[in-house]
């Protein structure tokens, strides 16, 4: 059966997952992780997408992000992913794939899971038992969010905004959120719709996305949960 190709739309949110072949390790030393974000700024510039969250683990990362063009996020992914793979084999001293695959993607509704996909990425550190807060992390977007650190690789999301009518008030809000943390439920649904693919959202947002592109957006007919889909 061939596979579908990836749901990619302009103006809106997509959580992306990247993972190294076999699980393993990514990066090696602190100068390839801020190499791949600095690959990272330089592509999403060129590209025109929108970093609004991410993290860099050990094997994997996700990111947060929003294209301005319906080929902006394949053609940055492409890139960062080619010139990561020539920068880490060249240091390495290695030959051959890194990555498992291609990217993992999938559209989300902003208004309904952008801020839990946030905390839920910026979480990840916390998840794994590397760290005992995300303010601990320096790999991820929870600094420039918590008001740590300036990131200029972020471009926050027109609902940070929401947060509060000050920085500090936005900051302290966005701390709370994360330290809430994320419902197992949600978890699960942000983790199983990026590895299959299909949109993440309410039925008439599912419904209405249907209409903007041929390209199937859910497994079930829209309006059945996305929560009850199994991954492939």
């Known amino acids: ?54 993290v ?12 301005q063009t319906p080929d902006g996020l394949p053609q940055m992914m492409q890139a960062l992913g080619r010139r990561y793979v020539r920068y880490f084999n060249d240091s390495q001293q290695r030959s051959g794939t890194l990555w498992e695959g291609r990217y993992k993607s999938a559209l989300i509704q902003s208004e309904r899971y952008l801020l839990a996909c946030m905390a839920y990425i910026d979480l990840n550190p916390v998840r794994a038992g590397l760290v005992a807060t995300p303010g601990d992390y320096p790999w991820s977007s929870y600094g420039h969010y918590a008001g740590l650190r300036t990131d200029k690789l972020i471009t ?21 959120l994360v330290q809430s943390g994320v419902s197992p439920a949600q978890g699960d649904a942000l983790t199983r719709s990026a590895l299959s693919g ?16 041929e390209r199937r957006v859910s497994k079930l007919r829209a309006g059945r949960p996305l929560a009850s889909l199994k991954v492939d």
């Open 1 to 54: 059966m061939a596979r579908l190709p990836r749901l990619t739309l302009p103006g809106f949110a997509h959580h992306v997952i990247q993972r190294g072949n076999n699980r393993q390790a990514i990066f090696a030393s602190p100068a390839d992780y801020q190499t791949l974000l600095d690959l990272l700024a330089e592509n999403a510039r060129k590209f025109g997408v929108s970093i609004h969250a991410y």
């Open 56 to 67: 860099l683990m050990s094997n994997h990362f996700h990111l947060l992000a929003t294209p």
């Open 156 to 176: 926050p999301h027109a609902l940070m905004w929401e947060l509060g009518n000050t920085p500090f008030a936005r900051e302290a809000a966005y701390a709370d």
């Open 198 to 213: 299909w949109a993440l959202g309410e039925p008439d947002f599912v419904a209405e996305l249907q209409k903007r592109t």
